[in-house]
């Protein structure tokens, strides 16, 4: 994790500063709360969130009692050294409701969006579907669109048209996630790969 000095934070006049954590792989914003200098001092020794509560006044641990720890991957100050970035890998949802994010489903990305439709298409199969069709005919048919798919995507860039390689590159990317979701496969697990390919 990068160093941070402490004693450079402008904390607000209470002594606190406001914290926004993001899932580190996909993006999303979970939640946001505060932190005085022990919660701050005591995340970075464990690796772990800790806030200051002002409901309560009391220093915690995201997650000490439901289980659901934020492990610190990376933190960032603000240009003004007055709010927090931290980026975590979720050991559960983040909200106290149990979802995922304090946002709701639309704050998603994208990609997150796109998954829940697949999944909850692959479970419920509705009729007129494009991804029931699918998923009902298998994995060989989604590995024939993937690779239909994938083709068009350079025969648009071969034709160097924009236009049609964003539309060909959308339907490539929709038909692998299709595929993922048929194989067991998050994404996320792709982008942990390009994560390490990173370092």
Not at 45 to 51: L, N
Not at 189 to 199: A, F, G, H, S, T
Request: charged residues 25%.
């Amino acid at each position: 994790m990068p160093e941070i000095d402490i004693n450079k934070i402008n904390w607000n006049e209470k002594g606190l500063l406001p914290v926004i954590l993001q899932h580190y792989l996909t993006g999303k914003v979970l939640m946001v709360a505060y932190m005085n200098k022990e919660a701050l001092e005591k995340t970075l020794e464990t690796k772990v969130a800790w806030f200051w509560s002002r409901s309560r006044k009391t220093l915690w641990q995201k997650g000490e009692t439901s289980g659901n720890v934020q492990r610190v991957i990376n933190l960032y100050l603000d240009c003004d050294q007055d709010t927090l970035l931290l980026k975590v890998d979720p050991q559960g949802p983040a909200c106290h409701l149990g979802t995922e994010s304090c946002f709701g489903s639309d704050s998603e990305p994208l990609l997150e969006q796109l998954k829940q439709v697949l999944a909850q298409r692959n479970l419920e199969r509705p009729e007129k579907s494009y991804s029931t069709y699918l998923f009902t005919q298998g994995i060989d048919k989604i590995l024939k669109k993937v690779g239909e798919e994938a083709a068009e995507v350079i025969i648009a860039a071969k034709n160097n048209n924009p236009q049609e390689l964003a539309q060909e590159a959308a339907d490539l990317i929709y038909h692998l996630m299709v595929l993922f979701e048929a194989s067991g496969v998050a994404y996320e697990q792709v982008w942990e790969v390009l994560q390490e390919r990173m370092k």
